[in-house]
């Protein structure tokens, strides 16, 4: 019964309140109560704490009233006889839990600043990565919000057996959801350490994060979801219910538990159900099995490792649409980001190595064959480790509704699609495309055939509405690799000379995006051909289609009807869909203007424009850049001005695409305001920024746009262009 | 047999074992109690009287009227069911009126407090601040007593409101429950009012159409339940305290031998919060040790024991039917009473021994009794006067005889506050659990077990029906003496659970609470109506109070508030179970009450005579409301896709979603 729960879950809290309130008052009299005190790179403070109470705990000091707060929540132990009721008490015990373990975790990382690696993979001499930065957490958050990640399993302990361990990770990637792993069982053993030992690759990457080999490190997992519903959800701080109802319902997640329980499990345990977070466990603890502060049952207990994934979504309500792909490889997108790295490598094809490309062309109805896959020349089981070959994928496709407009959608595929492959790594696209097959794929039977049965079965079933037969023909013979390269070539001129000539002036129709109102519920993204979304991933043309293929989904044309000022973009039509599609919370839209009804965001924007007043211009950064900018804000901070769907003008999202297109701020000047980016941004943009600044006659401007090289506040980068002579200083004021 | 040895030999009515140990005792042989009056009586109640068809209204009268016998109608022509409709009307209006007086006198003691006046002070201020958006009352930037002042006259205002303006708590109710009020015209507007108008429209000659009577009789209920109740329950709580989850204990084995012992009986808590108070001041606790005690016990009665119970844990000797039985322990310094429920008989009980029975409210004396007027502007000085004269009887105790042995423990506390919090901790409280258990069919439905307890049926069968609800899965409330009779009978405490069915007993076990919730005194009935609302907001039961697997019964009533509170809760949509109503003589109104008042309000009034046949009718009722909502089909688990969690960014997704972003 749960009094055996609910008063072990008690026990614990008091404990783990006790040990971080001694901790705490060990660190004050070390460092003072000025020291400051954060979790590594995020905006969000302490985030559980923050996001529950509001408060911000920046020192040491600000530690003293939360643990006030963690002593009013902490209830009497149960009595054994004539109790009161113990559940509200319980659920309280385990927030109390959350707020102490934060703040002991955020001290650990003023003593033992390596105690964790902080990064996306584990070093050669530390698996533990400690607490999410924000950038590790706006990149995750993306696939959250669009959905190709539902949740995720925080995992305390671990099984005996690592093979066991590995299967379950397995079947947890299979299922899309990202595994949180903390501390160790009483057998002393813990999952990370499992993996690695049995070869599975850990690290963000793989969705396999080690967090931490301790119990305080679930509020890494916790406060995961608590930024979620702040940055996605614009869940205020301090709006507790709103958080956790909104994590109960829209992020799928779960605590998974290996072996005995202690007290300090259980304290942890009863602090996820506040969030809807159900416990499952292969011991024999008691269950409890009523539902109502989870959707379902709160714990689940005694199940056995065969069943043990399909038991934790069941009981969280989770249903992941898999389709079996049948190759011998596991298949998903939790194997997206995995690495082929040198030890692992096989074989490589294409990426300078060889010659290496992939196409996409529509066929007549009559001219393909559904489901034909071919190879000719080599197949893996015909060569030795490092025999590299070249390689050509050649997909043609037919179907009563397919365009040619969409061939460059559905090739774009590829890239995830081969990536979705355990084994394979993927990179680039087109005639620079590589792929590299590792060790693991080749003992499991890898053939160059399955790249086309995944590609078959994939695009069938994503894009089922617009084609109706796809083929594949994939060779290994240079010769043949070669007559395909100059097919490609060819039709890719063709494609880009079309898409080059698309404006937002030639289409009478954009596309909304509300892809992400699972996670952002007022947020409406307009797509034009001449603004990508600000995730960088969805374009006009993916608009097109995607509407074609789900007529009532996320993509909806809007008649952007007349245009009542072209420099802000305003259209009539795209003014009456955003608000009605954001419910009234949005009732204008300017589509090229930074300061004037900006366009709002999810928070999954891949960089963040905003206006510098002394200098007159603009900055943008993207998501990678970690450090100052000028603004005087990093880019997690921007992040919370420009997120969660509400409108801040002089912030706005915006996708990398965007900063070279013909509309890019045209109601402040366009191009010419930008003047500072992010070098790894300007690097990476260089060619087409250069292009762009020749086309507007000014081929200088590009030097003039300083980085973090010339500087990081708004003095430093004002001298630079008066330096310069960069235009933005001749405009008129924007601000 | 009344003056038998043992008092009460062969009554096999008390099976209540502290009862049986008490009266057979000879220090309680000399003591006749009401079951020995009702043997000595020896003679049946008037078959017009209990029909409801003996009609007193004017001097042409009495007249009896046989329903059905051209001749046997009123002098005035009244038939049977314009006389059974007039009675039965005036018993809700007087049972109003008894809440509506004791509300008042709350009110009054609220605005003395919020004046600093006396010893109480502003104790619960969130729910001050909750009343006071109800009352549009603004809190920004002011001090609590200011606050408190404005809404405390605003209620005492509502006592005498001449306007046509309804009451203002019925804006608590559901939407289509205000709706239906308006539409039949029942709001309440003043608690006086409705009293006022119901007695006139009663009175010979006025309103001769049982239907129409009807209306007002529901009006003047609801005028108590969402009025001068309401307001009683409201204030009071945030003046001693909201009720929290706290463990005390029951029957007579409460008394304590070495300690004077004060039993405070009736219904306002106004003296008895400040007789807490004076017991543990110690200059009192020093006259007591003067006196030979070890201390002062305060032990509750009836519904004053609820009240100080639920607030300060303070135990209750006895209910209703015990009052006696308490006073023959010859363990009683002194008997305070208030109003309401106190028998005469006490006084002739205690000359046996040395009590006294002390009155304390102007309106309420009786032969042999002792008055010293309780005033609210010196509270602690009149409790301190109380007090020392019980005090000084402690010499004078003579042989006594407690049965110590026979004390339940009890968990007591569950405002809907406490319900609310109970379910989800301070940051997801809700009535969700609830609703989703209701729904997935572990929790059947909701029975409000309220009300008196009398000699008609034996002193268990609270405990039958309530043993037989729990058995069937249905989580019962409990309020008044029915309350302290099922924790008498063990069931108000969380080890109970295993009497439960497996699926109530499961979630009982996983809340840490009793299959039975003490809700408080009889005038917290109003928690019952709010916390059923509360369900119905909660949503995925209905839309009304109507549509909720949800009963009330009153089944050993006595008092004519059990009436009113009958009475408005029918109004309210939910359906009550009595064991009997004077109402049998008039078939037709009869009927209305019983089966065509469902048309108008979605509910009606119940009649069964024995316990199980009471549980039975319960159940049946919860089972077709379950039926009606469609909750009873199996459902297949909802597993969630991408698909479905992006619908919810249309706000009409799962039903508690708290937030849809910035608006």
């Not at chain 1, 701080?237 to 799928?252: A, C, E």
């Not at chain 2, 105790?397 to 989800?424: A, Q, W």
Request: charge should be negative; glycine fraction near 10%; hydrophobic fraction near 40%.
């Amino acid at each position: 019964m749960s009094k055996i729960i609910c008063s072990a879950a008690i026990r614990g809290a008091h404990k783990i309140v006790d040990m971080a309130e001694e901790k705490y008052e060990e660190a004050l009299k070390k460092y003072g109560a000025d020291q400051e005190v954060s979790l590594p790179n995020t905006a969000y403070f302490l985030p559980i704490i923050y996001s529950m109470l509001g408060a911000k705990v920046e020192k040491i000091g600000d530690m003293k009233d939360i643990f006030q707060e963690c002593r009013t929540l902490l209830p009497d132990l149960v009595s054994e006889h004539n109790w009161l009721p113990y559940l509200a008490p319980a659920l309280d015990a385990g927030m109390a839990t959350y707020f102490a373990e934060e703040m002991y975790e955020a001290i650990r990382y003023i003593e033992t600043p390596d105690f964790y690696t902080k990064t996306e993979e584990p070093t050669d001499s530390n698996l533990w990565l400690g607490a999410a930065d924000d950038v590790i957490f706006r990149k995750r958050g993306v696939e959250f919000v669009d959905g190709s990640a539902p949740g995720f399993a925080a995992i305390v302990g671990a099984p005996d057996d690592k093979e066991v361990a590995s299967r379950i990770a397995l079947e947890l990637q299979e299922k899309n959801l990202y595994i949180f792993m903390h501390d160790h069982s009483v057998n002393g053993k813990n999952m990370s350490q499992q993996l690695v030992d049995n070869g599975v690759q850990v690290g963000w990457n793989t969705r396999l994060v080690p967090f931490a080999d301790n119990y305080t490190s679930v509020v890494f997992s916790i406060g995961f979801a608590c930024r979620v519903a702040m940055a996605f959800g614009g869940i205020k701080p301090g709006d507790f219910r709103g958080n956790l109802i909104y994590n109960k319902d829209r992020t799928f997640a779960f605590v998974m538990a290996f072996g005995k329980v202690s007290d300090e499990w259980y304290a942890n345990a009863a602090g996820a159900f506040n969030w809807g977070f159900p416990t499952i466990s292969d011991y024999d603890i008691p269950e409890v099995l009523p539902t109502g502060i989870c959707t379902y049952e709160h714990v689940v207990s005694n199940v056995p490792h065969e069943e043990f994934v399909q038991k934790a979504i069941e009981v969280r309500g989770l249903k992941v649409n898999v389709t079996k792909i049948d190759i011998p490889m596991s298949f998903g997108p939790a194997f997206e980001g995995e690495r082929i790295r040198k030890d692992d490598l096989f074989m490589e094809c294409g990426g300078g190595r060889t010659t290496g490309v992939e196409v996409l062309i529509s066929k007549e109805m009559d001219e393909v064959e559904d489901g034909l896959v071919t190879l000719e020349g080599k197949d893996i089981s015909d060569i030795k480790q490092g025999e590299n070959l070249p390689i050509s994928i050649l997909v043609e496709v037919a179907g009563r509704e397919m365009q040619s407009d969409f061939e460059p959608i559905l090739e774009r595929q590829f890239h995830h699609l081969m990536n979705y492959i355990q084994g394979i790594m993927h990179i680039g696209q087109r005639d620079i495309m590589w792929i590299r097959i590792g060790h693991g794929a080749v003992e499991k039977g890898f053939s160059f055939k399955h790249l086309g049965k995944v590609l078959h079965g994939k695009l069938h079933q994503e894009f089922g509405a617009i084609l109706d037969k796809v083929q594949v023909k994939i060779s290994t013979v240079q010769e043949t690799v070669e007559q395909v390269m100059a097919m490609a070539k060819e039709t890719y001129a063709e494609r880009d000379l079309r898409l080059g000539n698309m404006t937002d002036e030639t289409e009478e129709v954009f596309y909304s995006c509300t892809l992400c109102q699972s996670f952002a519920p007022s947020h409406v993204c307009v797509i034009t051909p001449e603004r990508v979304g600000m995730c960088g991933a969805y374009n006009w043309l993916d608009g097109k289609a995607s509407y074609q293929i789900n007529p009532t989904g996320p993509n909806q044309p809007i008649e952007k009807g007349e245009c009542t000022d072209a420099e802000l973009g305003d259209f009539i039509g795209i003014n009456e869909f955003v608000n009605q599609a954001s419910r009234g919370a949005v009732p204008e839209v300017s589509c090229y203007s930074l300061m004037n009804n900006p366009m709002t965001a999810c928070g999954c924007f891949e960089a963040i424009a905003a206006m510098l007043p002394q200098c007159n211009g603009i900055m943008v950064v993207n998501r990678d850049y970690m450090g100052m900018t000028p603004s005087g804000m990093k880019f997690t901070s921007l992040a919370g001005m420009a997120g969660g769907g509400a409108q801040t003008p002089g912030f706005m999202g915006v996708s990398k695409h965007y900063l070279t297109s013909r509309k890019l701020f045209m109601a402040e000047g366009g191009l010419k305001r930008v003047v500072w980016l992010p070098k790894i941004l300007k690097d990476e943009i260089s060619e087409k920024l250069k292009a762009r600044c020749e086309e507007i006659g000014m081929p200088e401007l590009y030097d003039m746009i300083a980085t973090e090289e010339q500087g990081t506040t708004e003095e430093e980068i004002l001298a630079f262009l008066k330096e310069k002579g960069h235009p933005a200083l001749e405009m008129e004021s924007a601000v | 047999m009344a003056t038998s040895k043992t008092g009460c030999e062969g009554c096999t009515d008390i099976t209540c074992s502290s009862s049986k140990l008490v009266l057979e005792q000879d220090i309680a042989k000399n003591v006749r109690t009401a079951y020995d009056r009702i043997q000595a009586r020896g003679m049946a109640a008037c078959l017009f009287g209990s029909g409801g068809t003996c009609c007193r209204n004017c001097n042409m009268g009495p007249c009896q009227i046989i329903d059905g016998v051209e001749d046997m109608i009123g002098v005035c022509g009244a038939t049977a069911d314009t006389v059974a409709a007039r009675n039965f009307a005036r018993t809700v209006a007087a049972g109003a009126a008894a809440h509506g007086d004791h509300a008042r006198e709350m009110v009054k003691g609220f605005i003395e407090t919020a004046r600093g006046n006396g010893p109480h002070e502003i104790k619960d201020v969130e729910k001050l601040h909750a009343l006071a958006k109800i009352f549009g009352v603004e809190i920004e930037e002011r001090d609590v007593n200011d606050i408190a002042l404005e809404i405390g006259e605003m209620a005492l205002a509502e006592f005498g409101n001449q306007s046509e303006q309804g009451m203002t708590m019925l804006k608590r109710a559901t939407k289509k429950r205000q709706e239906i009020w308006k539409k039949l015209g029942i709001e309440p507007r003043g608690v006086d009012r409705e009293v006022v108008e119901m007695m006139h429209r009663t009175h010979i000659g006025v309103d001769q159409e049982y239907e129409n009577i009807m209306l007002q009789a529901s009006r003047c209920a609801l005028s108590d339940g969402w009025g001068s109740s309401m307001l009683s329950t409201e204030l009071t709580d945030i003046m001693f305290g909201t009720p929290v989850p706290r463990r005390a204990i029951v029957d007579l084995g409460v008394l304590k031998k070495d300690q004077v012992n004060v039993t405070v009986h009736g219904h306002e808590p106004l003296l008895a919060e400040a007789l807490c108070i004076a017991a543990e001041d110690p200059e009192m606790i020093e006259l007591a040790k003067k006196q030979g005690a070890k201390g002062i016990n305060l032990a509750g009665v009836c519904c004053t024991g609820n009240e100080i119970l639920m607030r300060r844990g303070i135990p209750v000797a006895a209910g209703f039917v015990q009052q006696e039985i308490a006073l023959s322990t010859g363990a009683v310094e002194a008997m305070v009473v208030d109003v309401q429920c106190i028998m005469q008989s006490v006084a002739e009980v205690a000359k046996n021994f040395h009590t006294d029975i002390i009155t304390t409210n102007y309106r309420a004396k009786m032969p042999g009794g002792v008055h010293i007027q309780f005033d609210e502007h010196a509270a602690l000085e009149s409790a301190k006067e109380i007090l020392s004269r019980a005090i000084k009887n402690y010499k004078k105790r003579g042989t006594c005889y407690i049965p110590e042995e026979t004390k339940l423990d009890v968990v007591v506390g569950f405002s809907h506050e406490t319900i609310n919090y109970m379910l989800g901790g301070r940051f997801r409280a809700s009535y969700r659990p609830l609703n989703d258990n209701i729904i997935n069919g572990r929790i059947r439905g909701v029975a409000a077990m309220v009300g008196c307890d009398n000699f008609k049926l034996a002193d268990d069968a609270h405990e039958i029906i309530a043993r037989e609800l729990i058995k069937n899965n249905i989580l019962v409330v409990a309020t008044g003496c029915a309350a302290t009779s099922l924790g008498r009978a063990g069931l108000v405490n969380p080890e109970a659970a295993r009497y439960c069915g497996d699926s109530l007993r499961e979630v009982c076990e996983t809340v840490g609470m009793p299959p039975v919730l003490h809700m408080g005194s009889c005038v917290d009935n109003s928690r019952i109506l709010i916390a059923l609302t509360q369900m119905v907001n909660q949503g995925g039961l209905g839309e009304d109070i109507d549509d909720l697997p949800a009963i009330g019964t009153a089944p050993l009533w006595m008092s004519e508030k059990a009436v009113a509170i009958g009475q408005y809760f029918v109004a309210s949509g939910a359906q009550v179970v009595f064991q009997d109503l004077a109402t049998s003589g008039a078939k037709t109104f009869n009927k209305y009450l019983l089966e065509d008042m469902m048309g108008t309000y979605g509910a009606h009034w119940n009649v069964a005579k024995e316990p199980l046949d009471i549980a039975r009718t319960m159940i049946e009722a919860i089972e077709s409301k379950r039926d009606a909502l469609g909750i009873n089909k199996k459902k297949e688990r909802v597993l969630f896709d991408m698909d479905m969690r992006r619908d919810l960014g249309d706000g009409s997704g799962l039903t508690d979603v708290g937030c849809h972003g910035p608006t």
